[in-house]
């Protein structure tokens, strides 16, 4: 079955930087689009980025744009997300999706920014 694993959120202070890996399984990784998604305290889920399959085309939302970096190996079937210049508002808990005609999550990662 479909598996997404991911990891590498944690406790930072503002300014660090941590980067995220999804591991996934279960399914042809290196022709999937993958995203990920985090939702903050109180808040509704929302799009950071987006991957095409083979990695030639990403998607930001603006206010992560230039700090954030989506990339995947597909040899690894893994993805990431290398975020830098973490702020507060960058505390959430951090999903990875599978999209398609059914779209899977991972279980989330979370990340504090806090001094």
């Known amino acids: 079955q479909v598996q997404l694993v991911e990891s590498g959120g944690g406790l930072v202070q503002p300014g660090g930087s941590l980067r995220l890996s999804c591991a996934a399984s279960?399914?042809?990784?290196?022709?999937?689009?993958m995203s990920w998604y985090r939702q903050p305290p109180g808040k509704e889920r929302e799009l950071v980025a987006r991957?095409?399959?083979?990695?030639?085309?990403?998607y930001y939302v603006d206010s992560v744009k230039g700090r954030f970096t989506i990339s995947r190996d597909n040899a690894k079937n893994t993805l990431y997300l290398q975020m830098n210049r973490l702020n507060p508002e960058n505390r959430a808990v951090y999903y990875c999706k599978k999209s398609g005609v059914l779209n899977y999550w991972g279980q989330g990662t979370q990340v504090t920014v806090s001094t």
């Open positions: 991957i095409t399959s083979a990695g030639g085309s990403t």
């Open positions: 279960g399914f042809i990784f290196s022709i999937s689009d």
